[in-house]
């Protein structure tokens, strides 16, 4: 038998059809026996495995983009007008409406439009930036916002369709989930060639601009401040960003405009946030004292 407790669990679950409480339970085990002084698994890795324990239990509510942020086309949309929307979004995929989003349509893939401007079979029609986009439309997953996350990662293996909008119970458009944001739910935020460096901070007037994702060390290497918020005589370790830490000293999910103090003086305004996770922070770090 391996000494690997990870290979032995992933052994265990290829090997047979085991149902959740067998794999909740080989997951516990795996994590137990790491934290008893096993090297075998590193701290990304065990926190996976605690993402994974939690994950069976996630519903699309959870984790879903609010309608509101939403990037979605009109099906009567030009090319090109289409491809301006594409670059500005950094998407690779859209959802599509007719007159709006309580009616889609479909979805379009970027790769799909790119076929046509590279002389792919119709490539005559892309000619024309007003040229319609319907004979590139692919058909779009739809889900309750009740539905599991791992049953809908299932589905959307299967379907081989990696978005899906998550639609209430009139009908109406509530959400959306691409399969990036269900795995990351289990391995942490998925960075790409698009997303701004999380490790640097940008002068703002008075104070820094700031990715909420920023490792509380980097935020300490370039400014000096140590953030951890001491409790009696431990530091509190299970926090790493910028952005749980505003959610720490909040005890909850922060609004947008919102501000949050903290113990030392420093304040963190509230950029971006949307119900799942803090984005981005304007942080003002507090005034030295004047020499007397």
Known sequence: MSDNPLKRLFQKLLGQDADTNAIRESLEEVIEESDRASPALSAQERLMLGNL???????????????????AVDESIGLGELLRIFRE????RLPVFSETLDDPTGLIHVKDVMGLLEGEPDGAYCLSPNASIT??????????????????LLKMQSSHTHLALVIDEYGGTDGLVSIEDIIEEIVGDIA?????????????????LADARMDLDDFKAQTGHDLLVKDGEEEERDIDSLGGLVV????????????VAHPDGTEFLVLDADPRRVRKLRVTLPKAPSAE
């Open 192 to 208: 790409d060639e698009h997303d701004e460096d999380a490790t640097v901070l940008k002068p703002d007037g008075g104070g820094l």
């Open 248 to 259: 720490s000293l909040l005890g909850r999910l922060p609004q947008r405009g919102e501000i």
């Open 89 to 92: 979004a950094q998407h690779s």
């Open 53 to 71: 324990l939690k994950f069976g239990e996630l519903k699309l509510r959870d984790i879903m983009v609010p309608r509101a942020e939403i990037v």
């Open 135 to 152: 004979a590139l439309k692919r058909p779009i997953l739809f889900a309750p916002p009740s539905m599991r996350a791992l049953d809908l």
